[in-house]
């Protein structure tokens, strides 16, 4: 597996933006897809964003428009944009990383960060 560092969480009031950032860290030459899923206390985690590693991005329907997902390939790191936030956005928003060729070979399985809180309030 993968070292994913998450960061850019926090609270924020309803409508406001945060960017939050997924690193993976080691000596990694390729990653094949990366994202985001995020989990609200007492349900279930649910899939927000993914990016491949070709750019190719797919969105839950509940954050099309609002969420944009993107990567720096050359710095490993998934990036998610999260605008018009709701207090239904509030949530432990995990990274994840799939497919992970590096110095210590290739990992097709899925790696997961740590998660950070976003917490949507007034």
């Known amino acids: 597996q993968v070292q994913l560092v998450e960061s850019g969480g926090g609270l924020v009031q309803p409508g406001g933006s945060l960017i939050l950032s997924c690193a993976a860290s080691?000596?990694?030459?390729?990653?094949?897809?990366m994202g985001w899923y995020r989990q609200a206390p007492g349900k279930q985690r649910e899939l927000v964003a993914g990016?491949?590693?070709?750019?190719?991005?797919n969105y839950a329907d509940s954050v099309k428009g609002r969420f944009t997902i993107s990567r720096d390939n050359a710095k490993n790191t998934a990036y998610l944009q999260i605008n018009s936030l709701r207090p239904e956005d509030t949530a432990v928003y995990y990274c994840?990383?799939?497919?992970?060729?590096?110095?210590?070979?290739?990992?097709?399985?899925?790696?997961w960060g740590q998660g950070t809180q976003v917490t949507v309030s007034s």
């Open positions: 994840y990383a799939d497919g992970v060729s590096s110095s210590s070979g290739y990992y097709r399985g899925r790696s």
């Open positions: 080691g000596s990694i030459f390729s990653i094949n897809a």
């Open positions: 990016i491949t590693e070709g750019g190719d991005t």
